[in-house]
C-alpha cells in the first residue's frame, strides 16, 4: 500500500485476511505524521502488516502484461517549513531502492470533487468547504434530494457514513409517507 490513512490501514487488513502473505505499507513520512488514527493503524499491526517510513514511490516497475513487479522508492527527509507551518517532505538524493512486489495499492489521500451545481443541482446549499448542507433527516436545500457522507462530512469514517445513510433512509421514509397524505 502507499499511504498512511485510514483507507491504506484497511486495505492492509484486507489484504491479509483475504490470504495475503504479507501487506507493507510505505509512507513518506514518520509514523507520528501518518494521518490515520491511532487505533486504525494498531490494529494493522496487530493483524500482521509492515511498514516502511520515510520512502516515497518513484516508479512502478512491471513485468510480463502489465503486470506490477516492484515498487521503486526514495527516501525522504523533513525540510523546512509550509506557509501553514508543516515541514515538506524531501527526497534524500542517492538514495533510490527497490522493493518486489505482486501488487501496488495507492491508498491515497483525495481531494472530493466538487458537487455539480448545474441542472436541477443549481440550488444546493453548500458550506465554506464546499459540503453539501443537509437538515437533520438528511435533506439538502432541493427540497427530495437527500445527501450525507463524505459529500456532506468530507473525509469521514464509513461509521459516520452509515449514520448518514440510516438517517437518509428514514428521512426518506418520512417525506415519501408526508407526500402521499
Known amino acids: 500500500m502507499i499511504g498512511g490513512g485510514d483507507t491504506a490501514m484497511d486495505c492492509l487488513r484486507a489484504a491479509l485476511r483475504y490470504g495475503g502473505r504479507q501487506a507493507l505499507c510505505v509512507y513518506r513520512r514518520d509514523q507520528a505524521d501518518m494521518p490515520c488514527s491511532r487505533h486504525e493503524f494498531e490494529n494493522a499491526v496487530e493483524e500482521g502488516a509492515r511498514f516502511i517510513f520515510r520512502a516515497a514511490p518513484v516508479a512502478v516497475l512491471g513485468g510480463e502484461h502489465g503486470r506490477a513487479t516492484g515498487l521503486r522508492l526514495v527516501r525522504t ?24 512486489t505482486d501488487w501496488v495499492v495507492p491508498a491515497l489521500g483525495f481531494d472530493p470533487l466538487p458537487c ?57 421514509c418520512a417525506y415519501l409517507a408526508a407526500r402521499a397524505k
Do not use: C, K, W, Y
Open 77 to 100: 527527509e523533513l525540510g523546512p517549513a509550509e506557509a501553514t507551518g508543516r515541514r515538506q517532505d524531501m527526497p534524500v538524493s542517492g538514495s533510490e531502492f527497490e522493493l518486489e
Open 116 to 172: 455539480p451545481h448545474t441542472g436541477g443541482f443549481s440550488d444546493l446549499e453548500v458550506n465554506e468547504r464546499g459540503g453539501v448542507i443537509v437538515d437533520a433527516n438528511q435533506m439538502t436545500s432541493v427540497p427530495a434530494v437527500f445527501a450525507g457522507g463524505d459529500l456532506v462530512r468530507g473525509p469521514s469514517e464509513v461509521l459516520h457514513i452509515v449514520r448518514d445513510a440510516r438517517n437518509a433512509a428514514a428521512g426518506i
